[in-house]
Nanobody
Framework: QVQLVESGGGLVQVGESLRLSCAAS????????MGWYRQAPGKERELVAD???????LYADSVKGRFTISRDTDKNTVTLQMNSLKREDTGVYYC?????????WGQGTQVTVSS
């Protein structure tokens, strides 16, 4: 089993920044992709950004140029630097790790952006 623990969420104002962190533990060997998803109230969970073990990144169009994902494959951690936050960035942010065909999720951390 793989456990993912997120941290760094909170309440910020429009235009401010937050940094989310996620650490994988347990049988966390051979993680292919680590990334972040989010779910806003009444909406489906969506990809925010992810990074493969080779360093390839994928970003949602809505966060390109504002969010940056980084990953430490040795420590099995992934971070999401979120700048210029908007109200529509509000939601629960989930860390995800994929090992082969299995996916693991963190418990989520709330990000609220107010005006």
């Amino acid at each position: 089993q793989v456990q993912l623990v997120e941290s760094g969420g909170g309440l910020v104002q429009v235009g401010e920044s937050l940094r989310l962190s996620c650490a994988a533990s347990g049988y966390a060997f051979g993680i292919d992709v680590m990334g972040w998803y989010r779910q806003a109230p009444g909406k489906e969970r969506e990809l925010v950004a992810d990074m493969s073990d080779s360093g390839k990144t994928l970003y949602a169009d809505s966060v390109k140029g504002r969010f940056t994902i980084s990953r430490d494959t040795d420590k099995n951690t992934v971070t999401l630097q979120m700048n210029s936050l908007k109200r529509e960035d509000t939601g629960v942010y989930y860390c995800k790790a994929r090992i082969a065909i299995r996916s693991y999720w963190g418990q989520g951390t709330q990000v609220t952006v107010s005006s």
